[in-house]
């Protein structure tokens, strides 16, 4: 996450392998695609449908309310509709100025919007940028669709458009509702977090059948025993002062109908703290709300503050489909960040010693230039 003075400076994510993103008015709004790739404008800048083979999202700008109204899982034998039921799929929410503001709060106009086939990782993709304004606040949404894959990725900007600082706190960067009418047959996945301590049961895929009053808090900062491997704990658990991004859980979940065994996962990227609430969530079903929870700071006039990039996919079948779909779309889109020039320069920090380690039993004082030295001295060998 970034903040800058520039109103819609839109970042170059190399460590992503994501492209620049085109500002709002940069191309009339116009249908693209690349391979099965596509999207298609509707009836203003701000409505668009886009999608593969694999995936539809349906984004509507209407009556001053921004929400999906359709997300479709096609990788099943019939394509799925997952947006269910009358409660509005918002695509964002935040607190400005300690009032909680979301894509279905109404007041929103469409300042912009336009499509273009682009590069991510060395490969054609489209992408859709498209621009939500009201007085004195925009928020820019982001959408890459990958070709050939049942994947898009998004991110959201929050833009002071006014000529004073303002509040900009709890901001989220994946806001999306579905599966409401087919709760009780879905099961909720997570996996548990990266633990050295002993006897921790770290990346553990633990399971919980949805109810239709199931409501979990997921905060990075949770504790790991009792919290983590709790998978039928419901609310929020107790936190630590200070926790690594994925020591807790692993920044990927997903939701599957256990009958029909289609399903959709959502991943993200951020070092920090990060939290995420599924199932009830502001009262209604099927929930899951991405929000930056320490997150709270006086945004200048005219600056953006950029959020961490998401992702949803779908897949049909069990989990290894579910793996090998991600792993296809990793191998083919961000392949780039494993250039020779990337990976020699980012130096190694663990807490790994060179005596009696309190965990591993093994440690001493934290040596990390030997650390290095024993790295790369193995790799020669």
Known sequence: ??????????????????PCALT???????????????????ANDCTWTMGTAGVEKVVILSSGSFTMTS?????????????????????????????????????WSCA??????????????????????????????HYLVYPSTAVIREWTEYVNTSGSGHTLASPSYLEQRMLGNDVADVDLRYMTGARIDPGAKSYTIKTKALSGGYAREFDSYDLFNGCATDADLTGACATRGFNETSATYIPWFSLQNRRSSDGVMF????????????????????????????????????????????????????LDEMSNR????????????????????????????NGAHPFLGIGGPYDPAGLIQ?????ADH
């Not at 003075?5 to 460590?15: E, F, G, I, K, Q």
């Not at 249908?31 to 790739?37: E, I, K, L, V, Y």
């Not at 024993?374 to 193995?378: A, D, I, M, R, S």
């Open 1 to 18: 996450m970034s903040m800058r003075r520039a109103w819609l400076v839109l970042p170059c994510a190399l460590a992503a392998a994501l």
């Open 71 to 107: 997300l479709k899982n096609k990788t099943a034998a019939a394509a799925v509709e997952l947006v269910q039921g009358r409660t509005a799929s918002d695509e964002f929410r935040f607190a400005w100025d300690g009032s909680t503001l979301r894509g279905s709060s109404g007041g």
């Open 112 to 141: 912009g919007g336009s499509a273009a086939v682009v590069t991510a990782g060395g490969e054609n993709a489209v992408q859709v940028d498209l621009t939500l304004a009201r007085s004195g606040v925009s928020v820019v949404k």
């Open 267 to 318: 991943g993200f990227d951020h070092h920090g703290r990060w939290r995420l609430n599924a199932g009830l969530v502001d009262g209604a079903q099927t929930g899951v709300s991405m929000t930056l929870p320490s997150y709270s700071a006086t945004v200048a006039a005219g600056a953006t503050v950029t959020m961490p990039r998401a992702f949803t996919a779908m897949w049909s079948g069990d």
């Open 24 to 42: 709002a008015s940069a191309q009339a709004a116009s249908p693209r695609t690349s391979g099965d790739a596509y999207a298609t404008p509707g």
């Open 374 to 378: 024993k790295v790369f001295g193995y």
């Open 326 to 353: 991600l792993l296809d779309w990793q191998y083919r889109y961000m392949w780039d960040l494993t250039r020779r020039e990337f990976y020699a320069d980012v130096r190694l920090v663990g807490e790994i010693g």
